[in-house]
């Protein structure tokens, strides 16, 4: 039998025996932690791993969802099998891990069903999950979730980048924008079906990987100098309301930061170095990729497009009107850190 492990200092040690029918929780107010008594051991039935032929499983948490903490693993099992040795798992799992899923992405595809298909699983582009248009229960997975799709590109949130490596991506069929003659964007909708399908996946995979509101966001949001998908007319809001996906200002809270701003006031002072230099800093906070500069260029108005796409979407023109700005303190209230 293997001697018990232990760290110094940490509140509570898992760990197996070999043949993985407990784990010991230690007591963190046990005087000597090299040489915890015994009446400080609490043995606990450990869930053991399954097996389906050679392939294994290990489908139970045993470590603190609070701290993000999950050894569920929701495919087979990897390991390695160096030649000449055998890999054990008398240990297995670890408490201190978690999931490589921590943003969920969601995109438009630009394209009709039949060509989003064809890009997303035949070319250099690819997407977790593709949502089509169509009023059925049918939703196309083209990449594994323990791999990485490529739908992200260049991207970053708050101190987050190359988000990739640590997303899943979900392409949604929707023909995207024209530009009207005066230079406008105009958006297509989305339907309620496709609506109801993309929430109910979204769901599944926010709960599933523990990813938090602040995570979820839409490509615009991690590349708004590039993207503009989802675009405006996609229901942040109804997500957020009905389904509790996401993230939206206290209406209240915001009605608030707008009743405190004069009019004549906002209006000298929305030009100023020092009020611009405020609201790209409250943008960067909030978890844009921007750099406070004191002075508009058209990356920075791009990221202020790409806020009103999200929470915003009555008036997406890039520039901060009082609404806009009262919106943006309203967030950072409720969700920075």
């Known amino acids: 039998m293997h001697k018990a492990l232990y760290f110094i200092g940490l509140a509570s040690i898992a760990l197996s025996c070999t043949t993985q029918k407990y784990y010991y929780t230690y007591d963190a107010k046990s005087k000597n932690k090299n040489n915890p008594s015994p009446n400080t051991v609490i043995e606990k039935p450990k869930p053991s791993i399954t097996h389906q032929g050679e ?7 045993i470590a603190n ?5 999950n050894t569920i693993s929701y495919g087979s099992l990897v390991s390695a099998k160096p030649k000449g040795y055998k890999v054990t798992k008398n240990f297995f799992p670890a408490m201190g891990q978690n999931f490589r899923q921590r943003y969920l992405i969601l995109h ?9 298909v064809a890009v997303l699983s035949q070319q250099a582009v690819s997407a977790h999950y593709l949502v089509n248009d169509l009023d059925n229960n049918e939703i196309f997975q083209l990449v594994d979730e323990n791999k990485r799709a490529y739908h992200a590109g260049v991207s970053r949130w708050r101190n987050d980048y190359n988000l990739n490596d640590a997303s899943i991506g979900i392409e949604i069929v929707n023909m995207g924008f024209k530009t009207d003659a005066s230079g406008k964007k105009v958006f297509v909708g989305y339907s309620d079906a496709q609506i109801k399908k993309v929430a109910a996946l979204v769901k599944d995979i926010a709960d599933r990987y523990m990813i938090a509101p602040t995570n979820i966001l839409g490509h615009s949001d991690i590349a708004p100098t590039r993207k503009q998908d989802p675009g ?16 939206w ?15 004549e006031e906002f209006n000298t002072q929305v030009n100023t170095s020092p009020f611009i230099f405020k609201v790209q800093t409250a943008l960067q906070q909030f978890g844009y990729d921007i750099v406070p500069s004191g002075t508009w260029d058209k990356n920075n108005t791009k990221v202020v497009e790409a806020f009103q796409y999200h929470f915003r979407p009555s008036l997406y023109d890039g520039k901060i009107d009082m609404e806009t700005w009262a919106i943006l303190q309203a967030l950072n209230q409720k969700y920075s850190k």
Not at 55 to 61: G, I
Not at 65 to 69: G, L, R
Not at 232 to 247: R, S, V
């Open 55 to 61: 392939v294994e499983f290990f489908t139970q948490n």
């Open 65 to 69: 969802p609070a701290k993000n903490d």
């Open 108 to 116: 438009y595809t630009a394209l009709d069903e039949t060509k989003s």
């Open 232 to 247: 405006p007319l996609f229901p942040w809001k109804k997500l957020y309301d009905e389904y509790q996906i996401g993230m």
């Open 249 to 263: 200002y206290d209406d209240a809270t915001m009605k608030n930061f707008l009743t405190q701003i004069n009019p």
